[in-house]
């Protein structure tokens, strides 16, 4: 079905509306893109990686699953409900360097004795797909996009993006905005929102703080393991990193 600009704007209200209302984690914050979303992944698919110099680890992306299954997976790029309103990845998995997904168990299990669990909505990235947020994006948020010529974390293995799920009812639990909202509440010292909510947040980022992971200013949800510098930029396909 193909909606006109004027539609895809009047959705990207209601969604606006339904998060104010607290449904954040149902429904993804939505921008219209600046060009179609399949003519930015053919061009992002020709396009050459920035250039880096230095000698780095050699990559050994590990999928989070299969370290611990209680791990849960809402990998909203490989759905219609993500900031772009279509599917970029082709496969729902979350991958990180070994050191950081080791780390990141210890956060699992450490949440685990407090009645929550880790749910991941993006880990490894490929670079092209970097690029296609950024050229999507209108400049106005580009602040919560990762410019391609530079990389990102998550280019590198070593970035994820995660919230909380209760372990008595599987859900994922309110923070103060939902994942990927381009808004001020998405902020980690956002003061909004509700003393349960903050509560819950602060609680996430101490837990990943002990494990060296740091969180990024303007995104509650992202969080980068120290080592990133010694990874490079990677842009291997999710299908190309076997099963």
């Given at each position: 079905m193909?909606?006109?600009?004027t539609?895809?704007?009047?959705?990207s209200?209601?969604?606006?509306?339904?998060?104010q209302?607290?449904?954040?984690?149902?429904?993804?914050?939505?921008?219209?893109?600046l060009?179609?979303?399949?003519q930015?992944?053919?061009?992002?698919?020709?396009?050459?990686?920035?250039?880096?110099?230095?000698?780095?680890?050699k990559?050994?992306?590990?999928?989070?699953?299969?370290?611990?299954?209680?791990?849960k997976l809402?990998?909203?790029?490989?759905?219609?409900?993500?900031?772009l309103g279509t599917?970029?990845?082709?496969?729902a998995?979350?991958?990180?360097?070994r050191?950081?997904?080791e780390?990141l168990?210890?956060a699992?299990?450490?949440?685990?004795?407090?009645?929550?669990?880790?749910i991941?909505?993006?880990?490894?990235r490929?670079?092209?797909v970097?690029?296609?947020?950024?050229?999507?994006?209108?400049?106005?948020?580009?602040?919560f996009?990762?410019?391609?010529?530079?990389?990102?974390k998550?280019?590198?293995?070593?970035?994820?993006?995660?919230?909380l799920?209760?372990?008595?009812t599987g859900?994922?639990?309110?923070m103060?905005s939902?994942?990927?909202?381009?808004t001020?509440?998405a902020?980690?010292?956002y003061?909004g929102?509700t003393?349960?909510?903050?509560?819950r947040?602060a609680?996430?980022?101490?837990?990943?703080?002990?494990q060296?992971f740091?969180?990024?200013?303007?995104e509650?949800?992202?969080?980068?393991?120290?080592?990133w510098?010694?990874?490079p930029?990677?842009?291997v396909?999710?299908?190309?990193?076997?099963?």
């Open positions: 193909n909606f006109s600009k539609h895809q704007l009047r959705l209200s209601l969604l606006l509306v339904l998060l209302l607290g449904f954040a984690q149902e429904a993804s914050f939505r921008i219209t893109p060009r179609p979303v399949e930015l992944r053919a061009d992002a698919l020709k396009a050459q990686l920035p250039p880096e110099q230095g000698t780095f680890l990559p050994d992306l590990v999928e989070l699953v299969r370290l611990d299954p209680t791990i809402d990998i909203r790029y490989a759905t219609s409900n993500n900031f599917p970029v990845y082709t496969q998995r979350a991958f990180l360097q050191p950081a997904a780390a168990l210890r699992h299990r450490e949440l685990q004795a407090q009645g929550y669990g880790l991941i909505h993006d880990g490894y490929p670079w092209y970097t690029k296609i947020f950024w050229d999507a994006t209108p400049d106005d948020k580009k602040i996009v990762a410019d391609p010529a530079a990389g990102s998550h280019n590198r293995g070593c970035a994820v993006d995660l919230s799920y209760d372990l008595k859900k994922e639990v309110k103060p939902g994942y990927d909202e381009m001020d509440r902020f980690a010292e003061s929102g003393p349960e909510e903050r509560t947040r609680l996430l980022r101490q837990v990943m703080e002990k060296n740091q969180v990024n200013p303007k509650w949800w992202h969080f980068d393991y120290k080592d510098k010694q990874y930029i990677l842009n396909k999710f299908e190309d990193l076997g099963q």
